[in-house]
């Protein structure tokens, strides 16, 4: 029972143009969520996060939106650059973190030229 | 330079051999964790050791699968005896939830393990 979905297992966007990643969640208990990056070879690493009292936090091209009614959230990358090609992962948390975090399958962004 | 390093990188081996990863946590970080990432799972929570103690393996199969970590520095995943389905990439992410709400886990570049 995947408690946190990321339903497109691959996003193909143009250079320059924006890149949505989208995440759905079934645990209320939810309070922290986190966008990790990972490129081939390599272990994810962090990209951004949103507290659950947020409904967004941004950083420089990246923005995360938080719908909690709808349990989803978002990642938004603007402008999309070919370095952004990744595997994307959505994680969740409940009181911070501590007790490690549940992830999505992950999303394939290629971003094309 | 602080980062999670894992040994061995890659590891081939055979049904029904022992198989040891190690993991080096950030020095000062006291929670340690191991994922294993699969193409129809994702990155699923094996273990979790906050200040050396074990808190959470219930992502783990028990009858082959252990988890310790012997000092501060150094986590050990064993698998014995290996099986193919156990094959994927295996990584270690080590945090400081030291009473700081929302921090997030580092990972270290994972071991690949074939079992054929």
């Known amino acids: 029972d995947q408690q946190v979905k990321q339903n497109s297992p691959s996003l193909s966007v143009q250079e320059g143009r924006i890149s949505i990643l989208n995440c759905d969640y079934t645990n209320s208990m939810f309070d922290y969520f986190l966008w990790y990056k990972k490129y081939p070879a390599e272990g994810p690493t962090f990209l951004i996060s949103?507290?659950?009292?947020?409904d967004k936090n941004e950083d420089g091209r990246f923005t995360v939106f938080l719908n909690k009614s709808a349990k989803h959230l978002s990642l938004h990358i603007v402008p999309s650059q070919p370095g952004d090609s990744a595997v994307y992962f959505c994680a969740a948390s409940i009181g911070g973190g501590a007790d490690g975090l549940t992830f999505g399958k992950g999303t394939h962004l290629i971003i094309q030229p | 330079d602080a980062r999670v390093t894992q040994t061995p990188r890659h590891k081939v081996t055979e049904m029904g051999q022992e198989v040891t990863m190690r993991c080096q946590p950030i020095l000062g970080h006291n929670t340690v964790f191991w994922y294993r990432q699969t193409m129809m799972q994702g990155l699923e929570l094996l273990a979790y050791?906050?200040?050396?103690?074990?808190?959470?393996d219930s992502g783990m199969p028990k009858d082959r699968f252990s988890a310790e970590m012997p000092d501060a520095t150094l986590a050990t995943l064993k698998i014995q005896p290996s099986e193919p389905r156990d094959s994927a990439v295996y990584f270690c992410a080590s945090g400081s939830p030291t009473g700081v709400l929302n921090t997030e886990a580092f990972f270290g570049q994972g071991t690949r393990l074939t079992v054929v």
């Open positions: 949103i507290s659950s009292i947020k």
């Open positions: 050791f906050r200040n050396r103690a074990p808190l959470d």
